[in-house]
């Protein structure tokens, strides 16, 4: 544990907590009473307020959309399955900004909808709300779904035998068992949705501000680390709290349920109900995920002087945008690749450290340790960037500027994906094969190599992908650090939406179109070498 520890109290205890204690203590001591103060004020009231509730709504508006297509895929065999759920998971590992992007051109100003019907939704909370869901699709889908495929039928079909109907039989027998996954879905989408930056930043315009959104702007544009400081503070006791839940639902399941092979549950649709619920599914992906993909794809193509390759010509040049950029915009690609790669090995070696740690001890402190690790998904990313900015350009750690700052910061939202995912490989290891290698006279490293990795080898590829997905995307932190010379892409998409003219829109839609190609590449790689179904996202 000693490397993970190292890893997160550098890199993100510090900076964290030196952001709160630039915001609240002066020379005079800590100023506590800032707290009340900034939590009174009706601007800071309305932020906290529009956060909490558009979290709910986008929570309740996922679910009800998204569990008909969990049940489908948990239930239904059909053509193209596969190749579904993997489209259907692009939305999760595409870069928010991108997310935002792809719905600009949907709803925004010269959009898909405002070019057919006259009809504008970007800065409405409508568009906030439908990107969420679009995001967060993919969830409880395989949250929901990848468990409801492992349930036992017949548990449900002897009810019926005893005389329930299918209603009943389904909330007594059916609804109890998916109960704990549902609350860790909606969990998982409420703190992701809570803690929503790239989003609002581009869809909610001036009108609309979530706490994460707010925390940049105090930081970057108004320089108020006092309330930065507090709105980081509320963030994190709100996350801790929604990861406390999350921790007791997910124990829940996995100790209540036996599953079987999900090869057994599934079957071709049966009767007109049952495909025409296929149908709406399918219309749904098309609609809600294929849709503002597509048209993200069409606006990078369409240029002023007609479909053509234009806008990509223009990212090879640094004075096609005017002063937005140092170097082409071109150049971000390769500066994303290399950082995502390095962010990736770093993952790789904490995360795997931590989750095999993780393994072989137990007591509240090592459970404690595991909540930690989920952090860095839910606090502020803007108030680690800026954290980095202040506390890392001293030595030994004078790293303000140097290249390495990003791939750390990125990093640090790749650990704990890689924790939960090589996490229950490791732990159904049975312990009796490493003791059989000691026995045998193994060294411990010799066990590690011999017994552990064959068979979490598989889970280190699908960790790596996960991690350099997310590390491709890091936009949060990265908006601070990352130099004018050397952008990465989610940051150069954001400041090529940033400035007015055709031509920085359609740069910013050809990017956002390389970006995504990138992420749906790594994804559907993760789908040919995924290990199981077994209900993990």
């Known amino acids: 544990m000693a490397v993970p520890v190292?890893?997160?109290?550098?890199?993100?205890?510090?900076?964290?907590?030196?952001?709160?204690?630039?915001?609240?203590?002066?020379?005079?001591?800590?100023?506590?009473?800032?707290?009340?103060?900034?939590?009174?004020?009706?601007?800071?009231?309305?932020?906290?307020?529009?956060?909490?509730?558009?979290?709910?709504?986008?929570?309740?508006?996922?679910?009800?959309?998204?569990?008909?297509?969990?049940?489908?895929f948990a239930r239904f065999d059909f053509p193209?399955?596969?190749?579904?759920?993997?489209?259907?998971?692009?939305?999760?590992?595409?870069?928010?900004?991108?997310?935002?992007?792809?719905?600009l051109a949907l709803l925004g100003r010269g959009g898909f909808l405002d070019e057919l019907w006259?009809?504008?939704?970007?800065?409405?909370?409508?568009a906030i709300l439908l990107a969420h869901v679009f995001f967060n699709y993919a969830v409880v889908v395989r949250t929901v779904g990848g468990l409801w495929s492992q349930l036992d039928p017949r548990q449900e079909e002897a009810a019926r035998v005893l005389g329930a109907g299918r209603f009943a039989a389904w909330r007594r027998v059916t609804l109890p068992a998916l109960g704990p996954a549902v609350a860790a879905a909606a969990l998982m989408v409420f703190l992701f949705t809570f803690t929503s930056f790239g989003v609002v930043q581009i869809l909610g315009g001036?009108?609309?501000?979530?706490?994460?959104?707010?925390?940049?702007?105090?930081?970057?544009?108004?320089?108020?680390?006092?309330?930065?400081?507090?709105l980081t503070m509320v963030q994190f006791v709100a996350v801790g709290a929604i990861l406390a839940v999350h921790s007791v639902t997910v124990r829940r399941r996995e100790r209540a349920l036996k599953l079987v092979d999900p090869a057994q549950t599934s079957r071709r649709p049966r009767g007109a109900g049952q495909w025409a619920l296929l149908g709406g599914v399918l219309l749904t992906a098309l609609l809600l995920i294929l849709l503002p993909l597509g048209v993200l794809v069409e606006r990078s193509f369409d240029g002023p002087g007609g479909y053509g390759l234009g806008y990509y010509e223009a990212l090879q040049s640094a004075g096609g945008s005017?002063?937005?950029?140092?170097?082409?915009?071109?150049?971000?690609?390769?500066?994303?690749?290399?950082y995502a790669f390095v962010a990736t090995l770093?993952?790789?070696?904490?995360?795997?450290?931590?989750?095999?740690?993780?393994?072989?001890?137990?007591?509240?402190?090592?459970?404690?340790?595991?909540?930690?690790?989920m952090l860095p998904l839910g606090v502020s990313a803007v108030t680690v960037g800026f954290g980095f900015l202040i506390t890392l350009d001293e030595p030994p750690l004078d790293l303000r500027t140097s290249w390495i700052l990003v791939p750390l910061a990125q990093a640090l939202v790749g650990?704990?994906?890689?924790?939960?995912?090589?996490?229950?490989?490791?732990?159904?290891?049975d312990d009796r094969l490493r003791e059989a290698a000691a026995v045998l006279g193994a060294s411990p490293l010799r066990a590690w190599r011999e017994v552990d990795l064959p068979l979490v080898?598989?889970?280190?590829?699908?960790?790596?992908?996960?991690?350099?997905?997310?590390?491709?995307?890091?936009?949060?932190?990265?908006?601070?650090?990352?130099?004018?010379?050397?952008?990465?892409?989610?940051?150069?998409?954001?400041?090529?939406?940033?400035?007015?003219?055709?031509?920085?829109?359609?740069?910013?839609?050809?990017?956002?179109?390389?970006?995504?190609?990138?992420?749906?590449?790594?994804?559907?790689?993760l789908e040919r070498i995924r290990t199981d179904r077994s209900g993990e996202f």
């Open 6 to 72: 190292a890893f997160f109290t550098v890199f993100f205890a510090y900076p964290v907590s030196a952001i709160v204690g630039r915001g609240l203590k002066t020379d005079e001591g800590w100023q506590f009473g800032r707290i009340g103060e900034v939590l009174s004020r009706p601007d800071i009231l309305d932020v906290l307020w529009f956060t909490t509730w558009q979290a709910l709504a986008s929570t309740a508006l996922t679910l009800l959309i998204a569990l008909p297509g969990a049940y489908v």
């Open 80 to 103: 193209g399955k596969q190749v579904l759920r993997a489209v259907v998971t692009v939305p999760f590992v595409l870069p928010t900004v991108v997310v935002g992007t792809a719905f």
């Open 118 to 126: 006259g009809v504008r939704l970007d800065t409405t909370v409508w």
């Open 206 to 230: 001036p009108s609309y501000s979530t706490l994460e959104v707010e925390v940049y702007r105090q930081t970057a544009q108004l320089l108020d680390l006092p309330t930065a400081a507090v």
């Open 322 to 338: 005017g002063s937005t950029f140092l170097v082409p915009p071109l150049e971000a690609v390769g500066n994303s690749l290399r």
């Open 346 to 373: 770093i993952a790789l070696v904490v995360g795997g450290l931590a989750a095999a740690a993780l393994t072989r001890r137990a007591g509240p402190l090592v459970r404690g340790f595991d909540a930690l690790l």
């Open 415 to 429: 650990v704990p994906f890689v924790v939960r995912t090589m996490l229950p490989v490791l732990r159904a290891v």
């Open 457 to 525: 080898r598989r889970a280190v590829l699908v960790a790596a992908g996960f991690a350099f997905a997310v590390s491709l995307g890091e936009f949060g932190a990265t908006v601070f650090i990352a130099r004018p010379d050397n952008p990465t892409l989610p940051v150069a998409v954001a400041r090529l939406l940033g400035r007015s003219g055709e031509l920085n829109y359609g740069q910013a839609m050809a990017l956002s179109t390389i970006l995504m190609l990138v992420c749906a590449v790594s994804l559907l790689l």
